[in-house]
């Protein structure tokens, strides 16, 4: 991360760092990605896979063994990597783990089987923290959050079989076994839960009430308006509204808060909206997006670069 806007449980990893605690030697782990992005994962700054890491790996150490990095506050606070810095501007680099957003700093989290990091350097005005974001699909449902795998429960309105039944192929194919069920039963906290609906449907959803809130509440840059979400707002990095999607516009999103899990959300302004995002649930749709808004053929990763 960058070196403003610290948060204290960011500040807690770093002081148990610098106080020498850290991971001991272990077994291992095997296949890891570290992804480097800046502007919301619009530009590929590099990329690295490990087929064996040691026992005590952390993000840190790996950052630092694959690409030149500089660091301040004692090696505890990534500055800049391969010489793209955070500046006073509100840009500074974010790391996520199979999607999620990191809860402690990189240097005291460990590297797990699998993991898919993530590092983008970006313009943080509108919102400090992203929770959640959907370009490391298949993550987090295949590898899960901190090593371990969590049950996926697919909740579908009724009026979006078609669209419902795609996702489910799609998980299905990778390998992740779901339990389905009606929108709104509620999926409980031991879950991932992904909300298969249009905007009418998922609207009482938390993960929902955290996207009408703004990128300030549920870090997703885009917003339904109008008396039945019947228009889909896309913004720009200081949450703007630089487009507007009408009929059949879809939004593939995620996010979470402090006492849940991350929700994902294939949704849209009406049926065909939401079967439009359901299709674009690919990897290599959403590969290094934050959220994808879809519109017929045409993909919106979000948020816009200002114009």
């Not at 840009?91 to 460990?110: K, L, M, P, R």
Request: glycine fraction near 12%; proline fraction near 5%.
């Amino acid at each position: 991360m960058g070196r403003q806007g610290y948060s204290l449980v960011l500040m807690a990893g770093l002081v148990a760092a610098l106080a020498g605690c850290g991971l001991g030697p272990g077994r291992g782990t095997s296949h890891v990605t570290m992804t480097i992005t800046r502007g919301f994962g619009s530009v590929k700054i590099g990329s690295a896979t490990e087929a064996r890491v040691p026992g005590s790996e952390t993000v840190m150490r790996m950052l630092e063994r694959s690409f030149r990095v500089s660091t301040e506050y004692s090696g505890g606070f990534v500055e800049s990597i391969n010489g793209d810095a955070g500046d006073s501007s509100r840009h500074d680099w974010f790391y996520y783990v199979n999607g999620i957003e990191a809860s402690q700093g990189a240097a005291t989290t460990a590297v797990h089987a699998g993991d898919q990091i993530w590092w983008d350097l970006h313009d943080w005005s509108a919102t400090y923290s992203i929770p959640a974001v959907v370009g490391s699909y298949p993550e987090p449902f295949l590898r899960g959050i901190n090593g371990k795998r969590f049950p996926t429960v697919l909740e579908c309105a009724p009026d979006v079989t078609t669209a419902c039944k795609r996702v489910s192929m799609a998980l299905a194919a990778i390998r992740v076994p779901i339990a389905s069920q009606l929108i709104g039963t509620g999926s409980g906290s031991d879950s991932l839960a992904i909300a298969v609906g249009t905007w009418d449907d998922v609207r009482p959803q938390v993960a929902a009430e955290l996207v009408a809130k703004g990128p300030a509440s549920s870090g997703v840059y885009a917003r339904f308006a109008g008396p039945n979400g019947d228009s889909l707002q896309l913004l720009d990095p200081h949450g703007k509204v630089v487009r507007t999607l009408g009929a059949g516009a879809g939004l593939i999103a995620a996010t979470g808060n402090s006492n849940s899990k991350p929700e994902w959300l294939i949704t849209g302004t009406d049926a065909a909206g939401v079967a439009a995002a359901a299709a674009a649930m690919t990897p290599a749709h959403l590969r290094d997006h934050f959220a994808l808004a879809v519109d017929g053929s045409a993909y919106f990763p979000v948020p816009l670069r200002a114009t």
